[in-house]
């Protein structure tokens, strides 16, 4: 029986991460979590998803803007009565991580895996770029939004998600330090890279 092991993708907006994500899981007959990580860790605690939704990498604003800075220590969220810190539900969000990752082999698409599995040896970690240019014109398709509006949205996505990586790990996002791997997805295209990770991985896990 193949020792349990864990994949972590990291990836910029455009860059077909997800889709990447997804193929390599399903290649190796593994589970994929990404949203489905915010229905497992409401289900856990008992908490409304909405709340997990609000430190989600790409919905950010309760942490790096309005009325609630990085230095603060409670959120606008209020449940039951009780103030709840988006650190606290970072924790318990990277539990329910840390105990998928024990239970079963599988992959996790952002929300920091890589820094909440970093004590795991049998880990990698992965992180997907594109051109600009192509992850521009993948997000103007899968929104069905003008190149214009497209080239926003990366730009802002982009910081969220390197403000989000920092404030929760201390590490760069995006930095060849902080993974195992960095790919360019436009140099080979979606199924090449596929690939590559998968020989990569089989390698790195003996499988």
Same mark, same amino acid.
């Given at each position: ?15 077909? /991460? =997800?889709?990447? /994500? ?6 190796? /007959?593994?589970?994929? #979590? ?11 605690? /008992? ?19 309005? +009325?609630?800075?990085?230095? @603060?220590?409670? +959120? ?6 009780? #103030?709840? @810190? ?7 969000? +990277? ?19 890589? *820094? ?8 990698? !970690?992965?992180?997907? @770029?594109?051109? &600009?240019?192509? =992850?521009? $014109? ?12 497209? $080239?926003?949205?990366?730009? $802002?996505?982009?910081?969220? $998600?390197?403000? #989000? *990586? =920092?404030? *929760? ?8 330090? +902080?993974?195992? &791997? ?23 896990? !003996?499988?």
């Amino acid at each position: 029986m193949t020792e349990k092991f864990t994949l972590t993708i990291g990836r910029q907006l455009g860059s077909g /991460g =997800r889709e990447i /994500g997804k193929k390599i899981a399903e290649n190796l /007959g593994i589970s994929f #979590y990404d949203k489905e990580l915010l229905q497992i860790a409401s289900r856990e605690s /008992g908490l409304g998803k909405e709340l997990f939704e609000e430190i989600d990498e790409k919905k950010s604003h309760s942490i790096f803007g309005g +009325s609630l800075n990085l230095g @603060s220590s409670f +959120s606008d969220l209020f449940y039951t009565g009780y #103030y709840l @810190s988006n650190e606290t539900l970072f924790k318990i969000q +990277s539990d329910v991580i840390r105990k998928l990752a024990e239970k079963e082999s599988c992959l996790f698409l952002g929300r920091c895996a890589d *820094y909440v599995l970093q004590e795991i040896p049998r880990c990698l !970690n992965i992180f997907i @770029s594109a051109d &600009l240019e192509d =992850r521009v $014109r993948r997000t103007a398709a899968l929104r069905q939004v003008k190149v214009a509006k497209a $080239r926003e949205i990366v730009t $802002r996505t982009d910081k969220k $998600r390197a403000e #989000y *990586y =920092r404030f *929760y790990s201390n590490k760069t996002w995006g930095a060849a330090e +902080s993974y195992h &791997l960095c790919i360019n997805s436009s140099v080979l295209g979606i199924d090449q890279t596929v690939a590559f990770i998968l020989e990569f991985a089989s390698k790195k896990f !003996n499988l």
